[in-house]
């Protein structure tokens, strides 16, 4: 049994997660944290890491940007495994995550869903086939109408897959309407689609002569980045210093 403590419990992910522990019998939220909203819960809920008494065996943190200092300080004061989702990270503060990397284990991942991660692994090996054969990548991503930011972290670690398979052969291209050229070899185009309410679909269309292949993620709701980040927690506990990412946890599950 994990126990885990959520960092940033009554945001939408961190009750998902909470829903999925309750039926997991592996897994166990003892305590959360929560500064901005002390909703109830079937657990202790502090407003500061700082006040938090139980024993715990990793942290889920689903919190904002500007709590992941404290947050990686805590960590390393507590001997604490870390599985680190928040996103929109300073250069600096990423810098603090692999410095603090070398105290405690830290996973982070642009993406938790177990499904993307393991789409990241086939790329690599379809690239080193059909980009060696003259195939054109592409990658569209949609989601919803309230995502400030295009394109999205997903659409990016999918395209970092790619190209460091190729070594580097690749250069982003986000917006061809200014341009009137044909198309260059080294491109790998990323095409971003906002509207309604689209959890997260991402599409890797490799594009030959006369035929086209493509990987597709379709995400329905957020509960498959929850469950990537209970199997994260259970895979971080007891791990040694370092930092880890969701491969691992794939390759642990096979």
Not at 30 to 45: I, R
Not at 49 to 60: A, G, N, P
Not at 91 to 103: G, L
Not at 176 to 191: H, T
Request: net charge negative.
């Amino acid at each position: 049994m994990v126990k885990i403590l959520m960092h940033g419990c009554n945001g939408k992910m961190g009750k998902s997660i909470a829903s999925i522990c309750k039926e997991d019998e592996n897994a166990q939220i003892v305590a959360g944290v929560d500064a901005y909203n002390q909703s109830p819960c079937e657990f202790p809920v502090y407003a500061s890491l700082d006040e938090v008494k139980e024993d715990v065996d990793v942290i889920i943190d689903f919190s904002n940007a500007a709590a992941i200092d404290h947050l990686l300080e805590f960590a390393v004061e507590r001997q604490l495994p870390v599985v680190l989702c928040t996103t929109g990270l300073s250069d600096e503060q990423i810098q603090k995550v692999h410095k603090c990397s070398e105290k405690v284990a830290i996973l982070r991942s642009a993406n938790m869903s177990l499904g993307i991660n393991l789409l990241m692994k086939q790329l690599k090996e379809a690239v080193k086939v059909l980009g060696e054969a003259g195939f054109d990548v592409e990658i569209v991503e949609k989601h919803h109408n309230q995502k400030v930011d295009a394109p999205s972290g997903t659409a990016l670690a999918l395209a970092d897959s790619i190209n460091e398979a190729m070594d580097g052969r690749y250069e982003y291209v986000y917006d061809r309407s200014q341009v009137r050229q044909k198309r260059e070899k080294k491109e790998l185009g990323i095409s971003s689609v906002r509207g309604g309410t689209i959890v997260g679909d991402h599409d890797v269309i490799f594009a030959g002569e006369d035929e086209v292949i493509t990987f597709s993620h379709r995400a329905y709701s957020k509960a498959v980045f929850a469950k990537g980040a209970v199997s994260a927690a259970k895979f971080m506990q007891g791990q040694k210093p370092g930092m880890y990412d969701m491969a691992q946890v794939i390759d642990v599950a096979n």
